[in-house]
T-cell receptor
Framework: KAGVTQTPRYLIKTRGQQVTLSCSPISGHRSVSWYQQTPGQGLQFLFEYFSETQRNKGNFPGRFSGRQFSNSRSEMNVSTLELGDSALYLC??????????????FGEGSWLTVV | TQLLEQSPQFLSIQEGENLTVYCNSS?????LQWYRQEPGEGPVLLVTVVTGGEVKKLKRLTFQFGDARKDSSLHITAAQTGDTGLYLC??????????FGGGTRVLVKP
């Protein structure tokens, strides 16, 4: 059974640009969550999608957005990139969603560097 | 905002020694999870504890959930170099949101 796949693995962008990251969940998983991981702030929750609907949202500015497709694949987009957006972006999938004792499975992440 | 504080932030020990990592909060969580993350990879779930006072053992790892479900600890007995990694605790709060602690970086030296 394939795990959570994130693309691209590494990318470098310039301030002001926008970026789109992709996540393919484990087959059969309908929930996809996105997290930002930085050395200073740790792992912070961005948003969760379940059956194409955003179910939960963290405390990030509107420049961070996401969506989920009918096949459960998800994308997140960051517009007007800032240096502080440099981070590892992790996607996690689960059958029913985070919480309630459900197991979530993380991908290897997308390393974004903003210069 | 519910915060989870992990201590220590960094731990360096010799192979064969024991170690304990703590995860504390002033908030009550319905469940708490522990993850290990190795360089270049995403976090991998080690255990979920749900009941206050619960103790779970996974080989040389012992996880405990506090009676009040506000804190947890991870104890590793006779650490091995393969235990090196970033250990993260995550608490489940209302609305099924997971809050992660800042992590404890463990280095086990041969």
């Amino acid at each position: 059974k394939a795990g959570v796949t994130q693309t691209p693995r590494y990318l470098i962008k310039t301030r002001g640009q926008q970026v789109t990251l992709s996540c393919s969940p484990i087959s059969g998983h309908r929930s996809v969550s996105w997290y930002q991981q930085t050395p200073g702030q740790g792992l912070q929750f961005l948003f969760e999608y379940f059956s194409e609907t955003q179910r939960n949202k963290g405390n990030f500015p509107g420049r961070f957005s996401g969506r989920q497709f009918s096949n459960s694949r998800s994308e997140m987009n960051v517009s007007t990139l800032e240096l502080g957006d440099s981070a590892l972006y992790l996607c996690a999938s689960s059958i029913r969603g985070q919480g309630a004792g459900n197991t979530i499975y993380f991908g290897e992440g997308s390393w974004l560097t903003v210069v | 905002t519910q915060l989870l504080e992990q201590s220590p932030q960094f731990l360096s020990i010799q192979e064969g020694e024991n170690l304990t990592v703590y995860c504390n909060s002033s908030s009550v969580f319905s469940s708490l999870q522990w993850y290990r993350q190795e360089p270049g990879e995403g976090p991998v779930l080690l255990v979920t504890v749900v009941t206050g006072g619960e103790v779970k053992k996974l080989k040389r790892l012992t996880f405990q959930f506090g009676d009040a479900r506000k804190d947890s600890s991870l104890h590793i007995t006779a650490a091995q170099t393969g235990d090196t990694g970033l250990y993260l605790c995550a608490g489940e709060a209302a609305g099924n949101k997971l809050t992660f602690g800042g992590g404890t970086r463990v280095l086990v030296k041969p």
